[in-house]
C-alpha cells in the first residue's frame, strides 16, 4: 500500500517499550536521527516489530508543530 | 520554551506554499531527509519563517504510524 | 506497505475537492457509509486519486473520539 | 451537541480494554466494519461506556489518511 | 450527544475566517483566553456558526503538548 | 524556543497521573478552566515536570473540535 502521509521516513527498530494499552517506538534512521512513536500494541504486534526490523515513520504533514529559538 | 513531543527535529527552512488559510513549510534535516508541516498562514507569518531559517518540526509520537513492507 | 494504523477501511474514492494546500477526498465505504479526508493536495495528487479508484481510509486509533447520545 | 467532525460513524461498543491511562474501546459499525479508538479510560468511565451501548465514532477529517494498493 | 474529549471549553465565536476547504474559528472563552480552531468549511457552515455564537472548543487530551519555560 | 501552535495556554501543574507508557497531565489555567494532557511519561519526566510548575498547554488549531448545542 501506498500513503498520503507526506513524511515516510525510512529506518530501523532501535527499541520497543510494550504497555498495556500502548507502546513506545524508536526508529533510528540513519544519519543518526531517531523517531518515537507511541501505536497500540495490538498493532506492534499484529506488525510483529522486532529489534532492527527495516519500517517507516509515517507522519502526516498537519501533525507537524515548526518550532524556532 | 522547551516542548513535550518527543520528535524535535532541527533543520532549516527550504520553501514555504502560502494559502488562504494553512501554509505548507518544508523542513530539510542534515543528510538530506526533508520533512513537511501544515500550519496555518497566521503562525508561519507570526513566527516570520523564511527560507533558510533554522527551525524544529515537532512531533508528538502518538501521531507516527509505523509502516513495514 | 503494512501500516500500524488500528483502522484501515477499504473503499471507493467518490469525490475529490482541490484547493491551494489541502484537498477533501470523500471514501464511499460498503453499505453506505462516507469517510472524508483532507489531506495535502500534492498528496492526492502524487497517489493520482480519481473517482472510483479503491483506497482505504486509514485512522490511528488514538484520532478516534467517542460520542454518546 | 453537534460536532463539527465530519466523520460521526454510529456504532455499537463491542469491547472495552482498559489500561491505567488510556482504555481501548472497539466500536461495530453496522456492515460488519468495526472502529478502534484509544481514549482516556477517565472519559471511558465517565461516559459510562459498556458493550452494547449506541455510540458514535467522531473523526476529524484532518486525521484521516489515504492509502491505495 | 455527549463526547469522550477530555476538554470541553465552553465560549463564544469571535471570528470565522473561510478558505476554500478549511476555515478558521476563533472562539472566546469566559476570562479573555481564545482558541483557535481549523475545520473544514463544510463543517462551518453545517453546524450554522455565526458571530456571538455559543460552542464548545472540543479537544482530545492526546493532542495537548506541554512546554515548559 | 517559540512554537507555531496557535493555542498557547500558560497554567500550573495541577496534578500528573503516570502510567508505563504514557501520563495525564492536568493543567490549572487562571479563571479556573483546565485542560488535560496525555504525554509520554518519559516527556514528562525530561521536563521534570511537577505539581505547581508554570507550564504552556500547546494545541495546534488542527486538533480543536467545534461543539454546539
Redesign the interface.
Same mark, same amino acid.
Given at each position: 500500500? $501506498?500513503?498520503?502521509?507526506?513524511?515516510?521516513?525510512k529506518g530501523n527498530v532501535k527499541m520497543i517499550?510494550k504497555?498495556?494499552?500502548?507502546?513506545?517506538?524508536t526508529?533510528a534512521?540513519?544519519?543518526?536521527?531517531e523517531?518515537?512513536?507511541?501505536?497500540?500494541t495490538?498493532?506492534?504486534e499484529?506488525?510483529d516489530?522486532r529489534e532492527g526490523?527495516?519500517?517507516?515513520?509515517?507522519?502526516?504533514?498537519? $501533525?507537524?508543530?515548526?518550532?524556532?529559538?
Open positions: 500500500m $501506498e500513503v498520503s502521509s507526506r513524511n515516510q521516513l517499550k504497555g498495556p494499552i500502548n507502546s513506545e517506538v526508529v534512521l540513519p544519519g543518526g536521527i523517531i518515537v512513536s507511541v501505536i497500540t495490538y498493532s506492534a499484529k506488525l516489530l526490523a527495516e519500517v517507516y515513520a509515517l507522519i502526516k504533514a498537519s $501533525e507537524v508543530v515548526i518550532g524556532k529559538d
